[in-house]
Structures are given as C-alpha cells and as structure tokens.
C-alpha cells in the first residue's frame, strides 16, 4: 500500500480533533493526579490508624491493578450502581486516581525530605498544624518534585490510547475509526505516532528545564 498524501490532508482535521481531546484529557488527569496524590500523601501521615490504613490500602490496591481494568469498572461498572458519567469524565477519574496514587509517592518523598529542624521550628513559633504545611513545609517539599511530578504526567500521556476503550474520542480513537471507515491504515496509525513523538519530545524538553530548574528526578 502506497502512502497517499491527498489522503493524509483529508483526514489531518479529524486527527487534531483527537490531539486536543487526547491533551485536554492529559491535562485534567495531571491536575486531578497532583490533587488526589497530595490527599493520599496527607492522609496516609495521619497518626490515626482508621485513616491512613485504609487510605494506604485503597492507594496500593489502586497502584496494583491495571489501569484499563479501572476505566472499564468506572465507564461500565459504575453505571449498574446509578454513577453514569460522560466518556471523558470517566477517563479523566481514571488517569487522575491512577497516577495519583504514584504522585503520592513522590509526595511523601518530599515531604520526609524537609529538615526535622524546619518541623520543630513551625512548633516554637506556636503555628499550627494548617500553617505549618501551608507555610513552611509545602513550600520547601513541593520544588523538588516538580520534575518527578512531570515525569508521571507525560507516562499519563503516553496511556491515553487505552481511553479508547471506554469510547473518548481520543487521537488513537480517531485513527481507528478512520482506518476502520477508509481501510487505509498506513496514514492514520502512523500519524498517531507521529503526533506523540512530537508531542513526547517537546514534553521532554520542559521536563529537563524543570530538571535543571528544581533538582534531578529521583531514579
């Protein structure tokens, strides 16, 4: 099968409507990733056992299981139990709760990371507890993270495809659909690849500005 360029224009529109809802999709996963790891991190340093056990055991149970079988639990489960939700909302809570279990560790790296001295200085000082975090730990924790925390969100990029599945009309959905409609795959599949090599490359480039910027990503 010959490449056919006539062919690649005809169907580039189709292609960028998938890239936008393929990074909006990335987008909302990171900000719900980086909110959701906090309050895992948050939750799990808690002296209470009936608080961080469970909360440690619903992370590790979240980490352990593939991150397809959880967008089906959500898009196709879920609705059985009266939760029906769009096919991006559902695949947005699934990157989110997902990775956000993995920025929890990179929370709680950080965070365990500030000098004891600034803990027992925030005490002296009669701070409590909200602004001792707001002011004095976070400030110090959250920097170091920044590239770790970039790192997750482009492997949260790179799993988009499986979004597919639960029917989002991602970039990867909507080569499919094109290849399934034209039988030509050739184009389309390799402009998927395409699209996320570029895009996975620009990425890279910030996460190395965010590297030199705020420390080296822990290996």
């Not at 001792?132 to 799993?159: D, G, R, S």
Request: glycine share 8%; hydrophobic share 50%.
């Amino acid at each position: 099968m010959e490449w056919d360029w006539a062919f690649v224009w005809q169907i580039m529109p189709t292609l960028i409507e998938g890239v936008k809802i393929t990074i909006l999709a990335t987008l909302l996963g990171s900000v719900l990733a980086a909110a959701v790891g906090l309050v895992i991190a948050l939750l799990r340093r808690s002296p209470n056992r009936l608080i961080s056990r469970p909360i440690g055991f619903a992370a590790e149970f979240i980490r352990g299981t593939p991150l397809l079988v959880q967008l089906y639990f959500i898009f196709y489960v879920l609705p059985d139990a009266g939760i029906l939700l769009s096919p991006l909302v559902a695949g947005v809570i699934g990157l989110g709760l997902h990775y956000g279990t993995y920025t929890a560790e990179v929370y709680r790296a950080g965070i365990e990371n500030v000098p004891t001295g600034q803990w027992e200085a925030a005490k002296a000082c009669n701070l409590s507890a909200g602004q001792t975090w707001t002011n004095i730990i976070l400030p110090q924790a959250i920097p170091p993270m920044i590239p770790a925390l970039a790192n997750y969100f482009i492997a949260m990029f790179k799993e988009t495809p499986l979004l597919s599945v639960i029917t989002v009309l991602e970039l990867m959905n909507q080569a499919k659909s094109v290849a399934n409609s034209s039988y030509r795959y050739i184009e389309p599949m390799t402009l998927v690849g395409a699209f996320f090599l570029t895009i996975s490359l620009i990425s890279v480039v910030g996460l190395r500005w965010l590297e030199r910027r705020y420390g080296r990503i822990e290996r």
